[in-house]
């Protein structure tokens, strides 16, 4: 599966300063990708593309917007996508509120 994390909007600051530095770990069955942290920012690009193998058995996506900090790393917020409403070789582009 090819999946591509274009942007988010609108994140929650989870910072003092009122920004967050986000990044999107995808998880797929066992497999964990992640995109690069965005420093400083609420409106975060990445257009990062991933391609992720896995089982029959693997039921969903989860892509959790995560706030990098040197200390801890605070969650944002997180969608999981049924991989049943895929169609093979169909391209799904669509926005997912967190």
């Not at 967050?20 to 069955?29: I, K, R, T």
Request: hydrophobic share 45%; charged share 20%.
């Amino acid at each position: 599966m090819q999946i591509l994390v274009i942007r988010a909007v609108g994140l929650l600051a989870s910072d003092p300063d009122g920004y967050s530095d986000p990044f999107v770990q995808l998880s797929l069955g066992p497999l964990v990708a992640r995109t690069q942290a965005k420093r400083r920012t609420l409106n975060p690009f990445w257009n990062e593309s991933f391609v992720l193998e896995y089982a029959d058995d693997t039921t969903e996506l989860k892509a959790k917007i995560i706030d990098q900090d040197p200390s801890t790393e605070q969650p944002i917020g997180a969608v999981t996508f049924p991989l049943l409403r895929l169609v093979a070789g169909e391209t799904l582009c669509q926005w997912f509120p967190i």
